[in-house]
């Protein structure tokens, strides 16, 4: 796969670390360049060199490499009603979300970047009541079909099973002794594959980001049916 991404850089993880020791308007707006530099517009470069390996697993997801509004997450913290002030993300994250989806509550793909950790993966994340009704109710009605999903070989190896938070009991409509109770509580559907900052720096880390995704891909095809969106 040659994209032209050599992996982030370690400038970038830096830029992170002393974020956190600087976390203030003032600081940011004194080290901007820095940040775009060494950081956002590496980010940027990883976007943009994933959009034909992303297109080879699927025609739905969109990898859009603007500066605003596309696949990469804002670092500005929305503090409005949050008691933690703190202006800016402390770590850097993109999307590639599904073509039909508004917004991150659709299913997508997933890249996390800090200095303490880094991960990668694919799922719907806190979808509203309805989609995650559906989701539920395909599960339920589809048992088997979840059973390959859960059970798929390169998906175990990848990611070890489907995680996410969910309910203390069993949804509304939902027996007890219902087939995959465990997932049908989740609030969350998410595949997670935990990598580091220093494999990260390296130009495997795109390939590595695309195996994942590609085994990945039984739940994305499960998750965006549920949805009534094509994959």
């Known amino acids: 796969m040659n994209s032209g991404f050599t992996g982030f850089p370690k400038a970038g993880f830096d830029f992170l670390e002393e974020l956190k020791e600087n976390n203030t308007r003032d600081w940011f707006q004194a080290h901007k ?11 940027l470069d990883f976007i943009q060199a994933m959009v ?12 859009d490499a603007r500066r605003n509004g596309g696949s990469m997450f804002r670092i500005h913290r929305d503090v409005r009603f949050s008691k933690d002030k703190r202006p800016y993300k402390e770590h850097a994250a993109c999307h590639f979300r599904h073509g039909l989806g508004r ?8 890249v996390h970047l800090a200095t303490d950790e880094v991960f990668y993966g694919a799922g719907i994340w806190l979808p509203p009541s309805d989609a995650l009704y559906k989701i539920r109710r395909a599960i339920a009605d589809r048992p088997e079909a979840w059973s390959r999903v859960i059970e ?17 009991r069993p949804p509304k409509g939902f027996a007890a002794d219902s087939p995959h109770l465990e997932d049908l509580k989740r609030k969350t559907l998410f595949l997670m594959h935990r990598s580091s900052p220093e494999a990260a720096q390296k130009p495997e880390f795109l390939p590595d980001v695309v195996k994942a995704y590609q085994a990945a ?8 049916k549920a949805v009534d969106v094509p994959c």
Not at 103 to 110: E, M, R, S
Not at 152 to 168: A, E, I, N, T, Y
């Open 52 to 63: 034909e390996p992303l297109a080879g697993l699927t025609p739905h997801f969109v990898a």
């Open 217 to 224: 891909m039984p739940m994305m095809h499960f998750l965006c």
């Open 103 to 110: 917004d991150v509550h659709a299913p997508g793909f997933y």
């Open 152 to 168: 798929d070989k390169q998906l175990q190896k990848m990611f070890g099973g489907v995680g996410g938070d969910g309910l203390l």
């Open 33 to 43: 360049k820095r940040y775009r530099e060494t950081l956002q517009d590496p980010l």
